[in-house]
């Protein structure tokens, strides 16, 4: 074979060489922007809910939480903070910019199995009140639930639903929402003060608090009760033990009336009250147990009382 019948067969090799790494070259391009295409893709987003206002005591703020088109089959966030602090600070705050003395918080309202109370399906709503009674509501927590909202102030509200356990995205923030607490207590019958209140100013007093019970025991039902047994009773969540919600509520009234706290409004429902729980031993102290729907019209009115919205009025700071 001479020199010149190996050209053929040399260029063959270098032309199939190279359009082989072409298509090599061709198929990464391929590869590398279907990656970017699926990267850049965005993810399925479920769609914000949105706010309303539906009542308000001195002490707490109840919203209307309706899904969007989308649901919210995982339950929802709300956060909150004072409209004047929002303004100041011009807006919401970054996680970084949250300070201890912020009045900005949040709480989350679970939809999973256990708690579907919040597993809202598209367009339908849901009542939640934010304020210290967050300690009592199954599924629902936040790191301030024993803190109650100002009296006489404006807050402001935003929510979005959460990620769709079939990997749908959390939604974006909704639209701003501003309600206000009632106007506190002029003090003229004395005033109120919430079962958040008394459990972290009780005899084993929470951060930097003292000790501002008049009392070291208390009759509930037909039983009595010490303060550490009391302060027992408040440190322990309903978990969805009517007793349990019901005591925490008609504990406070009781120590608001002993607080010199005008009892006229209240006295009837603390009566009914006493005589439903009766012997019953209320958590942690005994194993006492009643449906929350037997407890819930007592425990509501005791509620609007200790957070001012029947009675003298809450307290201010």
């Known amino acids: 074979m001479t020199k010149y019948t190996r050209y053929p067969l040399f260029v063959l090799l270098i032309c199939l060489f190279f359009a082989c790494s072409k298509e090599d070259t061709d198929d990464l391009k391929t590869t590398a922007v279907g990656n970017a295409k699926v990267a850049a893709k965005p993810a399925a987003k479920l769609d914000a809910p949105t706010l309303s ?182 440190n322990t969540p309903a978990q969805g033990n009517g007793l349990v919600s019901l005591a925490h509520q008609l504990i406070a009234a009781k120590l608001n009336v002993v607080n010199g706290a005008n009892d006229s409004a209240i006295a009837a429902t603390i009566a009914q009250a006493d005589a439903l729980i009766g012997s019953l031993k209320i958590p942690p102290v005994g194993s006492g147990y009643l449906a929350p729907a037997v407890t819930s019209s007592l425990n509501e009115l005791l509620a609007d009382y200790n957070e001012g919205a029947t009675g003298p009025g809450h307290c201010g700071n």
């Not at 399906?121 to 024993?146: F, L, N």
């Not at 009759?219 to 009773?233: F, S």
Request: charge should be negative; aromatic fraction near 10%; hydrophobic fraction near 35%.
């Open 53 to 234: 206002c539906v009542s308000a005591t001195g002490a707490s703020i109840t919203l209307n939480v309706t899904a969007g088109a989308t649901g919210a089959p995982a339950g929802f966030s709300i956060q909150w903070m004072l409209k004047s602090e929002y303004e100041a600070n011009g807006g919401w705050p970054s996680s970084s910019d949250v300070v201890e003395s912020s009045s900005f918080c949040k709480a989350s309202f679970s939809g999973v199995p256990g708690a579907s109370y919040y597993n809202l399906k598209a367009g339908k709503s849901v009542e939640v009140t934010i304020g210290d009674v967050i300690y009592d509501q199954v599924g629902a927590s936040s790191p301030c639930e024993s803190i109650p909202l100002v009296c006489g102030q404006e807050y402001v509200f935003r929510a979005f639903a959460h990620n769709d356990p079939k990997g749908i995205a959390k939604s974006d923030f909704s639209v701003d929402q501003t309600c206000a607490t009632l106007p506190c207590s002029t003090g003229e019958e004395g005033c109120t003060y919430t079962q958040g209140y008394w459990k972290t100013h009780g005899p084993t007093p929470t951060g930097n608090n003292l000790n501002v019970w008049n009392v070291t025991s208390l009759t509930v039902g037909a039983v009595t009760y010490t303060d550490l047994e009391l302060q027992a009773i408040f």
